[in-house]
T-cell receptor, first 115, second 111 residues
């Protein structure tokens, strides 16, 4: 069974450009989460989807970040326009809906560098 | 202060034991986790402990929980070079899907 996959693994863009990160959760997992780790800092929660609905987006830093999960399958996270402080590793995770007491499975992350 | 705190670096000699410490602030934490991130890889759940437990052992790994002091530790016996990675402590309450992570401790194992 495939795990959580994220594309691209690395992205280097200039300040002001747009970048779209993609996450494919484990098949059948209704919960999908986005996290971000800025270099040397903690892994911070960004938002949580249940199927196609945003359950909790309290961690989204500002309106330059837009997450979607059309159809409740894969999710995209768009940063537009990107700023230097957006650099970091963006992790996606998924978990089944029916079991609250289970851990989430994480992807390998997308390393975003804004120059 | 941060909700979950850990030291940033730990250096040990191969064959020695490693102890990575973590403190957290939420007294209602129900699940406490240790994740491992190897270079270029994603986060891998290493082990976890429920808040009603004091200790959990799994092969070379021992997790100790002091709930009164909100202190969690991960001991790796006979540390190997393959254990070099970043170790993240995380906690979650029973009513939430969302764990809160620490900054991660970089474990460096040298010969």
């Amino acid at each position: 069974e495939a795990g959580v996959t994220q594309f691209p693994s690395h992205s280097v863009i200039e300040k002001g450009q747009t970048v779209t990160l993609r996450c494919d959760p484990i098949s059948g997992h209704d919960n999908l989460y986005w996290y971000r780790r800025v270099m040397g800092k903690e892994i911070k929660f960004l938002l949580h989807f249940v199927k196609e609905s945003k359950q909790d987006e309290s961690g989204m830093p500002n309106n330059r970040f837009l997450a979607e999960r059309t159809g409740g399958t894969y999710s995209t996270l768009k940063v537009q326009p990107a700023e230097l402080e957006d650099s970091g590793v963006y992790f996606c995770a998924s978990s089944p809906l029916s079991r609250l007491n289970t851990e989430a499975f994480f992807g390998q992350g997308t390393r975003l560098t804004v120059v | 202060g941060e909700d979950v705190e850990q030291s940033l670096f730990l250096s040990v000699r191969e064959g020695d034991s490693s102890v990575i410490n973590c403190t957290y602030t939420d007294s209602s934490s129900t699940y406490l986790y240790w994740y491992k991130q190897e270079p270029g890889a994603g986060l891998q759940l290493l082990t976890y402990i429920f808040s009603n437990m004091d200790m959990k052992q799994d092969q070379r790994l021992t997790v100790l929980l002091n709930k009164k002091d909100k202190h969690l530790s991960l001991r790796i016996a006979d540390t190997q070079t393959g254990d070099s990675a970043i170790y993240f402590c995380a906690e979650r309450t029973g009513g939430s899907y969302i764990p809160t992570f620490g900054r991660g401790t970089s474990l460096i194992v040298h010969p």
